[in-house]
Each structure stands twice: as structure tokens, then as C-alpha cells.
Nanobody, 113 residues
């Protein structure tokens, strides 16, 4: 069974940093692209960043220069390092794989002073 378990969210002040983690299981993690998505209150879910099996990365314009996605295939884990956070980054963050259309519970990031 496919599982994606996000962790690392929490409350952070503007300008602060967080690192999110997503542990995957039930599929061959190393062969699939992974992505981070987020859904802010009252808004659609949007793609934040992706990393391919070869390690190539892409970012939404809103997070370029601030966020960094990476993966550790030995740990079946994808990370999202988030720096210079602003209230506009407040959302539930989800990881996702192209292997299947499965969504976990996500992890809540709240940026507030």
C-alpha cells in the first residue's frame, strides 16, 4: 500500500525557516519524481517544487530562491527546506508521487507573528 507521511510543520514567525520531510513507502521511491504541493485556506492546491529521479529540481515562481527540495533515496524521503517564510506561505503542505494519485494528510505550516 502506498503511504506518504509528511512531517515537520508548525508555527513559525515571518522570516523564519522550517524543513519538511515526507517518507514514502509502497512503491519504488527512487524511480519516481516527487513533488511538494500546498493548499492555503480558501485556495486551490498548488505545486510548490519537484525533484526528478535524477535529482533535477523545479520551483514555483513564488518560492524560487527561498525553498529547496531534495531527496534521500536510501531513506525513501523527500525534503523541503523553507527559508524566509512569509504569511503567504501558510498552508497545508503535501508530498506527492507520480506513481499514483494518492494524498496523505499533509503537514500544516503557519507563518504568523
Amino acid at each position: 500500500q502506498v503511504q506518504l507521511v509528511e512531517s515537520g510543520g508548525g508555527l513559525v514567525q515571518p522570516g523564519g525557516s522550517l524543513r519538511l520531510s515526507c517518507a514514502g513507502s509502497g512503491f519504488i521511491f527512487s524511480t519516481f519524481s516527487m513533488g511538494w504541493y500546498r493548499q492555503a485556506p480558501g485556495k486551490q492546491r498548488e505545486l510548490v517544487a519537484t525533484v526528478t529521479s535524477a535529482g533535477s529540481t523545479n520551483y514555483a515562481n513564488s518560492v524560487k530562491g527561498r525553498f529547496s527540495i531534495s531527496r534521500d533515496n536510501a531513506k525513501n524521503t523527500v525534503y523541503l527546506q523553507m527559508n524566509s517564510l512569509s504569511p503567504e506561505d501558510t498552508a497545508v503542505y503535501y508530498c506527492h508521487t507520480r506513481y499514483t494519485d494518492y494524498w496523505g494528510k499533509g503537514t500544516l505550516v503557519t507563518v504568523s507573528s
